[in-house]
């Protein structure tokens, strides 16, 4: 949950970023698509340990990795994109928010807010890394399955088939987001491109002049003039 706050605060970011290049926008655009893949996938993780553990509380399960490897790669795995190492898909979308940042023109956003939206990531991985460590690694603490009265408890049960087969697509998109994002980011430059036309005219009283328009008697409104090839 903390992370994801931290994701959704990068977004609205790069959507202010309003750099020449669009860099901040289209880097929050194919965050979004790479946190909806991230965190479905760490809900369909934490779902699947329900299952077997009746509990949500970090407190009451550690050292799964002995009992469930399988759960424990997919979670490490989705968990290490969704804090954007390099060559999984969280990260594309992190460095072009953060370049966008950057190079933002003055006034608007500039270094200041990527220094801070950089402290942003390191708590977003700090979030991710304390669970892993918590649930993950460290001493095993299972909840007991519930048995029949002189039954022994078994172990908890790894990863079906069909569970297999339902995140091993996801970490597939994880990969070649992370990989290879280019045909993605091709087909965002062009509508992206549309949308900041007319939000960085807002941002920049420079590109464009005003014209004023009457709301109620006495009272006047500037508004951007927003040239029609601009529009186009």
């Known amino acids: 949950a903390y992370s994801s ?12 970023a309003l750099d020449s290049r669009d ?9 979004m ?22 509990t949500y509380e970090m407190a009451a399960v550690s050292g799964v990795a002995r009992a469930m490897p399988v759960w424990a790669f997919f979670t490490v ?19 072009l928010t953060l370049l966008g940042t950057f190079t933002s023109p003055d006034g608007v956003l500039g270094v200041p807010y990527a ?3 950089g402290v942003g990531i390191i708590l977003g991985a700090v979030y991710m890394l304390v669970m892993i460590g918590k649930v993950v690694l460290g001493p095993v603490k299972l909840p007991q399955q519930p048995t029949l009265p002189g039954e022994t408890p078994a172990r908890l049960a790894d990863l079906s088939t069909r569970e ?38 807002v941002a920049s009283p420079r590109v464009a002049g005003t014209h004023s ?13 927003i040239h029609r090839q601009d529009a186009e």
């Open 5 to 16: 706050i931290a994701h959704l605060g990068f977004m609205v970011l790069g959507l202010f």
């Open 23 to 31: 860099l901040g926008a289209v880097g929050s655009t194919i965050y």
């Open 33 to 54: 698509v790479n946190h909806g893949i991230g965190t479905g996938a760490l809900f369909l993780c934490a779902g699947m340990l329900y299952e077997r553990t009746r």
């Open 77 to 95: 795995f989705f968990a290490f994109g969704s804090i954007g190492l390099p060559g999984l898909n969280g990260f594309v979308g992190e460095f």
């Open 115 to 117: 220094v801070f939206a």
């Open 164 to 201: 297999i087969a339902a995140l091993a697509p996801l970490a597939v998109l994880v990969l070649l987001l992370g990989m290879y994002p280019a045909p993605v980011l091709r087909s965002l430059e062009a509508p992206v491109a549309r949308l900041t036309a007319e939000a960085r005219q």
């Open 213 to 225: 328009i009457s709301a109620e008697p006495g009272v006047k409104l500037a508004l951007p003039t």
